[in-house]
């Protein structure tokens, strides 16, 4: 069974801080790791993907198969980040891809 | 542009009607899920659906079901709809196979009084 894990609900900040949007995984295969991002009154979308290997709106996330993480993080924090962010699991493999989420967080970026 | 649509953006019903949610997307994606929004529960899967006319429970099917009959549109039924479903509900599609996205549509709240 695959599961993601978020262990903060909500995340505040002061503008300018540093954030680190926490999330662990467990799956037994290889897993393919994502963070969506859903601001006020808009559909959830795809901020970034381990494989990619990018950086979104200055967001950047290492997977780390050793602690099965794959936190996000921002070195400085702007009021436009403040979003609920979902962690979500989808499985590197052949087959039905079905795609697991964490239960949010969401980040207050506190002008 | 990638477009996953909802019919309705809001929804009313009473306990025991019979409630459809309908989905389309117009990006010939295999795959096709329903998911329920929930404060401090995050995304949990109802249903999805690989294929036309298949279908797979998630986490969470009681008291739902599916229906695919065209590539492009996946239904969600709620047989006979009780409180406890009030909730935001949400369709994604994704391409099977690749590594890409789930794309998702604009979400329907649904009332159940």
């Known amino acids: 069974a695959q599961r993601v894990t978020q262990p903060e609900k909500l995340l505040s900040v002061f503008k300018g801080a540093p954030v680190e949007l926490k999330c662990n995984y467990s799956?037994?295969?290889?897993?393919?790791l994502f963070w969506y991002v859903q601001y006020s009154r808009q559909r959830l979308q795809l901020l970034l993907r381990?494989?990619s290997r990018e950086s979104i709106k200055g967001f950047t996330a290492d997977l780390n198969k050793g602690e099965t993480s794959f936190h996000l993080k921002k070195p400085f924090a702007q009021e436009e980040d403040s979003a609920m962010y979902y962690c979500?699991?989808?499985?590197?493999?052949?087959?039905?891809?079905?795609?697991?989420f964490g239960t949010g967080t969401k980040l207050q970026v506190i002008p | 542009d990638v477009k996953v649509t909802q019919s309705s953006r809001y929804l009313v019903k009473r306990t025991g009607e019979k409630v459809f949610l309908e989905c389309v997307q117009d990006m010939d994606h295999e795959n096709m899920f329903w998911y329920r929004q929930d404060p401090g529960l995050g995304l949990r899967l109802i249903y999805f659906s690989y294929d036309v006319k298949m279908k797979e429970k998630g986490d969470i099917p009681e008291g739902y079901s599916v229906s695919r009959e065209k590539k492009e549109r996946f239904s969600l039924i709620l047989e006979s709809a009780s409180t406890n479903q009030t909730s935001m509900y949400l369709c994604?599609?994704?391409?099977?196979?690749?590594?890409?996205?789930?794309?998702f549509g604009q979400g329907t709240r649904l009332t159940v009084v």
């Open positions: 979500a699991l989808r499985p590197n493999s052949g087959g039905y891809q079905k795609v697991t």
């Open positions: 799956y037994s295969g290889s897993p393919e």
């Open positions: 994604a599609s994704s391409i099977q196979g690749g590594r890409t996205e789930a794309f």
């Open positions: 381990h494989i």
